[in-house]
T-cell receptor, first 112, second 125 residues
Framework: GIQVEQSPPDLILQEGANSTLRCNFS?????LQWFHQNPWGQLINLFY???GTKQNGRLSATTVATERYSLLYISSSQTTDSGVYFC??????????????FGTGTRLTIIP | GAVVSQHPSWVICKSGTSVKIECRSL??????MFWYRQFPKQSLMLMAT?????????EQGVEKDKFLINHASLTLSTLTVTSAHPEDSSFYIC?????????????????????FGDGTRLSIL
């Protein structure tokens, strides 16, 4: 199956700093989602981005499908940004369903 | 919109008990729902794909007799962990893709993201 690697695995930043999280995947995909998992385990949809760049407030994402990677940018970090960030490429399974494969995650800690 | 409700949020029970977890799409219909499991400090792993009106499809290594899935309506899928043991303790999360398009509303809309429930923490003593 598809392999999904995220980097860095852990990131500790001061409040106000900017960061770039990377997601590499080993095969072609139909789409890709970025999620933020908060300390309570809730998964928050951030972006649904098969290619190109999207922006939502302090966050933006870029997917270059032909080169099999996606980037998540977080600017002016806040303590509420802490948590684990997952990318999840989406492909058609052998059964004809679309399925997500979650990456290894980046654990982000923002220090006040 | 696109809210997925999962119940219960927490379960603590004795070894050998069977536990049922519900996943409901509150404001949309879904022919396809997904069940994931997440162990502490690990990523989410897909367990099975739940298909309304037909059998679920399980990922390699997931015991279908252990994890029973029923998707009897377009808004509800259930996961039953049968005869649970401590090694089944985990965080279980469901997701759903809304039905699409005007042409065939029975097909999940591949232009929509998967929407996730808030998860169920299962602890088996």
């Amino acid at each position: 199956g598809i392999q999904v690697e995220q980097s860095p695995p852990d990131l500790i930043l001061q409040e106000g700093a900017n960061s770039t999280l990377r997601c590499n995947f080993s095969d072609s995909v139909n789409n890709l989602q970025w999620f933020h998992q908060n300390p309570w385990g809730q998964l928050i949809n951030l972006f649904y981005i098969p290619s190109g760049t999207k922006q939502n407030g302090r966050l933006s994402a870029t997917t270059v499908a032909t080169e099999r990677y996606s980037l998540l940018y977080i600017s002016s970090s806040q303590t509420t940004d802490s948590g684990v960030y997952f990318c999840a490429p989406r492909r058609i399974s052998n059964f004809g369903n679309e399925k997500l494969t979650f990456g290894t995650g980046t654990r982000l800690t923002i220090i006040p | 919109g696109a809210v997925v409700s999962q119940h219960p949020s927490w379960v603590i029970c004795k070894s050998g008990t069977s536990v049922k977890i519900e996943c409901r799409s509150l404001d949309f219909q879904a022919t396809t729902m997904f069940w994931y499991r997440q162990f502490p400090k690990q990523s989410l792993m897909l367990m099975a794909t739940s298909n309304e009106g037909s059998k679920a499809t399980y990922e390699q290594g997931v015991e279908k007799d252990k994890f029973l899935i029923n998707h009897a309506s377009l808004t509800l899928s259930t996961l039953t962990v049968t005869s649970a043991h401590p090694e089944d303790s985990s965080f279980y999360i469901c997701s759903a893709i809304p039905l699409g398009g005007a042409i065939d509303r029975r097909i999940s809309d591949s232009n929509q993201p998967q929407h996730f429930g808030d998860g169920t923490r299962l602890s088996i003593l």
